[in-house]
């Protein structure tokens, strides 16, 4: 007879003892060991188990893996909470190791346990199911376990009336995982489900509650058919709900006016409750006691403290590495105001009146008006801030119906810039910066002026919050206003230069992105001499400080390349030293990057950080475009092509991305040090046309187009290489604008310089191509790619015939092309018009818009 596994005695033993020192402080009490081990040891004990399955459960011997899981169910219905929660994270893990299909009796035994009239065994098993739902949902649903969801799901909804609250929040948090997958054994039950929840709506307990929240929620993301007959009854509860004195409760009714915004039937379903709705939203908006005892919200000052940022009050930063787009239409999703960063009702409840306020546009004002006048003006401090968010909240979806007021609104907010409270100056600075488009457009003397003059008070404000709201708020204006701003330049420089001596840590980091901006905005305005004296010094101090791996160097570089790409040749005096440390960033990443890989021991080695790479990378893009010929000799005497071509074939997508911007930009600037390279480079840049990685695509593609206009005729070789990539990209459906564009614009350079080799397959692309470029702005890039179609046509006149009809509306989308581009266009529209005969070009032209008509007739005098 085989002997079972157990435990050896005194090994266990020793174990038991280690557990125990590391837990109490006093040795004494370790000696006087009680017979039943103590619940924060057991506790441990099972956390390390875990582990051990986690790390090592395929190797266990099966006898030791059958006593694991033997041991675990018995001890499901352990009389501690602590214990059974401990058993059940243990027995999911095991679960999730492939083992539900070898632990057959696993789920039948805890299906059993439900119906223990043993609270804790009842509990246990549910706890336990609870966690296998969580992170098994998919497999449970599937044949592979006969669907043990036909059992499992009836068998949970029975417990929603069950007598202990505990029990019946498990229940719902169960069959809430099967929401979202539309798993058949639920959607069998829908209606009982329902009927379950309803009847649970008022439940004492909070959880209950909560969970019945998260359900409709779900469900009315996946469910929404079954729901509409009770819709008015549910919106009735949240509305209630909503306003859950406690907290957890409120928060998940809210989330359900963000998933309503995102039905159809919101407008019907809830225009006539919004004046019960919007008052209740406004309300969460307001800071808790406990938010303003934490943010010390009622203390005015705080950035001359002693006590410096702590490492974790700043969150991580994403660089964004550079992308070559045309036309700039990236949305900023602005409603951070900067609070307490965990998602809470306040944040719920602004970015549900956002979400509204897209769905009903100026129909929610006359509901909201009332409820501002009265917040706005309010004498409770806390009550007003909820005011002036609201108003923020709004602004995008109700814009058009706020512009009438904002003559009143944007003068008064000016004023609460300078409230007494550090939080209602700090909400002032988001609500004003959502609305800069409109301050922009009007009279700079009545608007422009002293919202931006008070906004430059607040970036110098005594409050670390105010002073990060202001910048932030200041970075968007000066997006909205670009070279509006030149005239203020001087007086801009001068606070955010004078901003550098007083930022702590953490705001220092979002100055540089308003520095950054700044130059992005202003662009060569900004190499005026006065201004570059007063700017550049404290950047280069800091960029001295700064050690090669403090993650503080990524915002710099970011804003030094903006700043370098405006200032161009003003840049000179300081480019040699930057282009050196950022080739050698590059440099020691992929050093690094070699020793960790090849290494026999890789917990040695730390693999690098290789946002480092990235931001070098972008920063040189930036010195190549700013700089022009002028880094050549830079170039000429560093190892950057070779370090480059390691970029360039690097595993992460952005390492990548960045490689390919830089050579388009190096093309650009100094294309000499780059045609060595070509033979190599082309493949990669062929590789790598894969429109699922939208970004490296998007500079890949681009960077062939450069490369194309410099190499000339040579290209032709390469051109099997790229062109039936392109090709496809070109007609894939869904592929998102800018990398329509810049398909676009290189398939046309590359018929601009070797028409002979892309003109035969014009057919499979000139529609698209036509319908992609006749939206952006006239530029050298849009000029080169119609040279290249033209070009295209005269080879092959009968590829464009059938879509001839896009063709004209594509050079009409032109406003001054050059002369000679002109008369390419006339004597492709005059050929073909001779070539069909005047009647069949008369009804051809016949179907042309009126205003087409009038542009061609204007333009090729057609």
């Known amino acids: ?212 929240c998260h359900a409709l929620v779900l469900l009315l993301e996946v469910q929404l058919d079954r729901l509409i007959p009770y819709l008015p009854n549910i919106i009735e509860y949240m509305l209630m709900r909503t306003q859950d004195p406690q907290q957890a409760v409120a928060l998940e009714a809210c989330e359900f006016w963000l998933s309503l915004a995102e039905q159809n039937v919101c407008r019907e379903m809830l225009g006539p409750r919004l004046p019960a709705l919007l008052p209740v939203l406004v309300r969460g908006m307001r800071y808790s006691e406990m938010d303003v005892s934490l943010l010390r919200g009622d203390r005015d000052d705080d950035a001359d403290d002693a006590e410096p940022d702590r490492d974790s009050d700043i969150r991580p930063r994403f660089h964004k590495p550079r992308s070559h787009t045309l036309s700039n239409d990236e949305e900023d999703g ?144 000066e997006e909205e206003a670009c070279t509006e701003l030149v005239p203020y330049l001087g007086h801009i420089l001068q606070t955010l230069v004078y901003a550098f001596s007083r930022y702590q840590h953490k705001n220092l980091l979002i100055l540089y992105d308003a520095i950054g901006t700044l130059a992005d905005s202003v662009g060569h305005h900004l190499n005026k001499p006065e201004y570059i004296d007063l700017l550049m010094p404290p950047l280069i101090t800091k ?30 005096p300081y480019c040699e030293p930057v282009f050196r440390r950022c080739v050698s960033l590059i440099e020691q990443t992929l050093n690094q990057n070699i020793v960790s890989a090849n290494s026999q021991s890789p917990e040695q080695f730390e693999a690098p950080d290789k946002d480092f790479m990235i931001v070098a ?114 007609n894939r459906p869904n592929t998102p604008k800018t990398l329509l564009e810049n398909t676009a614009i290189t398939i046309g350079r590359l018929g601009y310089v070797c028409p002979h080799d892309v003109a035969p397959v014009l057919h499979q692309f000139v529609r698209q191509w036509c319908t992609s470029l006749r939206n952006i702005r006239d530029n050298d890039e849009k000029d080169s790619a119609f040279r290249g179609i033209c070009q295209m046509i005269q080879v092959n006149p009968g590829g464009v015939v059938p879509d001839f009809m896009f063709f004209c509306d594509a050079v009409a989308s032109w406003s001054h092309p050059k002369d000679d581009l002109k008369e390419m266009f006339t004597k492709i529209l005059h050929g073909f018009k001779a070539q069909v005969g005047d009647d069949n070009w008369r009804r051809f032209a016949d179907q042309f818009p009126v205003q087409l008509s009038a542009r061609l007739a204007a333009m090729c005098g057609i």
Not at 546 to 565: G, H
């Open 1 to 212: 007879m085989k002997m079972e596994w157990k435990p050896e005695e005194e090994g266990l033993r020793q174990i038991l003892t280690l557990l125990k020192e590391s837990q109490s402080p006093d040795t004494a009490t370790q000696r006087a060991v009680q017979q039943s081990e103590e619940e924060p040891t057991r506790s441990l004990s099972g956390l390390i188990l875990k582990n051990n399955v986690k790390a090592r459960y395929n190797s266990f011997l099966p006898e030791v893996a059958e006593f694991i899981k033997r041991e675990c169910l018995s001890a499901v219905g352990d009389p501690s909470p602590l214990i059974r929660a401990t058993v059940g994270i243990i027995i999911t893990t095991i679960a999730s190791k492939g083992e539900l299909t070898s632990w057959p009796e696993l789920l039948p035994a805890l299906c059993q346990m439900l119906d223990s009239q043993d609270y804790n065994v009842c509990e246990g098993a549910f706890g336990a199911l609870q966690k296998i739902c969580e992170d098994t949902a998919e497999l449970l649903d599937s044949d592979a376990l006969n669907r043990p969801l036909n059992v499992l799901i009836p068998k949970f909804l029975q417990f929603f009336r069950h007598s202990s609250p505990k029990i019946r929040c498990h229940a719902i948090a169960c069959v809430n995982y099967f929401i979202m997958g539309r798993t058949q054994a639920l959607m069998l039950h829908i209606d009982s489900f329902l009927e379950n929840l309803f009847h649970l709506a008022a439940d004492e307990d909070t959880d209950v509650r909560k969970n019945v």
């Open 543 to 572: 960029w001295n400080v700064l050690k090669d791996e403090d993650k503080d160097l990524f915002p710099l570089l970011e804003c030094l390349s903006s700043v370098a790409t405006a200032l161009q040749s003003g840049f000179l």
């Open 334 to 477: 602005g409603d951070d105001d900067g609070s307490l960063s965990d998602w809470n009702l306040r944040k719920c409840s602004a970015a549900a009146l956002d979400v509204l306020a897209n769905v009903f546009g100026a129909d929610l004002l006359p509901v909201l008006f009332p409820i501002l006048k009265e917040t706005l003006f309010h004498d409770d401090w806390v009550i007003k801030e909820s005011g002036i968010l609201a108003v923020g909240a709004v602004a995008d979806g109700c814009m058009s119906g706020m512009v009438p007021h904002l003559p009143d609104l944007v003068p008064y907010l000016v004023c609460c810039l300078a409230e007494r409270k550090a939080l209602v100056r700090a909400i002032t600075c988001w609500t004003l910066s959502r609305y800069s488009h409109w301050i922009v457009s009007q009279s700079h003397d009545l608007y422009l002026r002293p919202v931006m003059t008070e906004l430059l008070k607040r970036v110098l404000d005594n409050n670390k919050r105010v002073q990060e709201a202001a910048c932030s708020a200041f970075a968007t204006l």
């Open 617 to 730: 990378l972008d920063l040189l893009s930036g010195l190549a475009e700013g700089l022009d010929g002028h880094i050549n000799h830079l170039v000429l005497n560093s190892n950057l092509m070779q370090l480059l071509y390691q970029c360039m074939q690097d595993p992460m997508p952005e390492v990548r991305q960045s490689s390919f911007a830089l050579l388009g930009d190096l093309t650009k600037a100094c294309f000499q040090h780059v045609l060595p390279y070509i033979p190599e480079f082309l493949p990669i840049l062929g590789m790598n046309l894969n429109p699922e990685l939208i970004s490296v695509c998007n500079n890949a593609t681009w960077a062939i187009g450069e490369i194309s206009i410099k190499l000339g005729p040579e290209t032709s070789k390469y051109i099997p290489l790229v062109l039936s990539n392109l090709v496809e990209i070109i």
